[in-house]
């Protein structure tokens, strides 16, 4: 079945130290990414999706996010976090084939030390 | 755009009482997708609807739940009767197109109590 796993269920940086968060998938073929950042009360925005192609993606807020096949990973990346990037982050994986259903991640709540 | 709306933002009420959510997706978005977010379960898709016909309601709990699409601007979730594990914050999400790759814009969520 398919499944999508990000291992860290709460993060802390300080801010201006670099970010990496992780997701994993399960899944036979290639499918389309996603990362999503929920600020408080508030719903899923997203940051950036990788269908095919350049195997890094630029996503808004500074984020990046890089897809490894062979590890069936989507790290999402920042160089430098700000302090209003804590919140919470979700990968989430489309499937070809079917129609526009994600399955998401149980989500990583990132806290940012000043 | 005003994005993905969503009413009411809150709502508190008492087991066993009737809870309808309200959701009017982008403009022009022929997709429509109904979440549910828990802490124990994180964010379930409960059912999705394409040119407002319901295409996967495999999500949807139990027949307490149900939803519908009357037209392209108007969605609602039911809960009848509620009980204290509904609780939990209700998204709706639109997107245009069919697809996996459609980008799913999210409302900002109805954060409902159950008594």
């Known amino acids: 079945a398919q499944s999508v796993t990000q291992p860290d269920i709460h993060i802390t940086v300080s801010e201006g130290a670099s970010l990496e968060l992780r997701c994993n998938y399960s899944y036979g073929a290639t499918p389309y990414l996603f990362w999503y950042v929920q600020s408080p009360g508030q719903g899923l925005q997203l940051l950036l999706k990788?269908?095919?192609?350049?195997?890094l993606v630029q996503g808004i807020k500074g984020f990046e996010a890089e897809f490894k096949r062979s590890q069936s990973s989507f790290n999402l990346r920042k160089p430098s976090v700000h302090w209003s990037d804590a919140a919470e982050y979700f990968c989430?994986?489309?499937?070809?084939?079917?129609?526009?259903?994600?399955?998401f991640g149980a989500g990583t709540r990132l806290a940012v030390h000043p | 755009d005003a994005g993905v709306i969503q009413s009411p933002r809150h709502e508190v009420t008492e087991m066993g009482q009737e809870v309808t959510l309200r959701c009017k997706p982008i403009?022009?978005?022929?997709?429509l997708f109904w979440y549910r977010q828990t802490m124990m379960r994180g964010l379930e898709l409960l059912i999705y609807f394409n040119n407002n016909v319901p295409i996967d309601d495999s999500g949807m709990p139990e027949d307490r739940f149900s939803a519908k699409m009357p037209n392209a601007s108007f969605s609602t979730l039911k809960i009848q009767p509620s009980e204290p594990r509904d609780s939990a914050v209700y998204f709706c999400a639109s997107s245009l197109g069919d697809q996996a790759y459609n980008e799913q814009f999210f409302g900002p969520g109805t954060r409902l109590t159950v008594l």
């Open positions: 403009s022009g978005h022929n997709s």
């Open positions: 990788y269908f095919s192609g350049d195997t």
């Open positions: 989430a994986v489309g499937f070809s084939g079917g129609y526009n259903k994600l399955i």
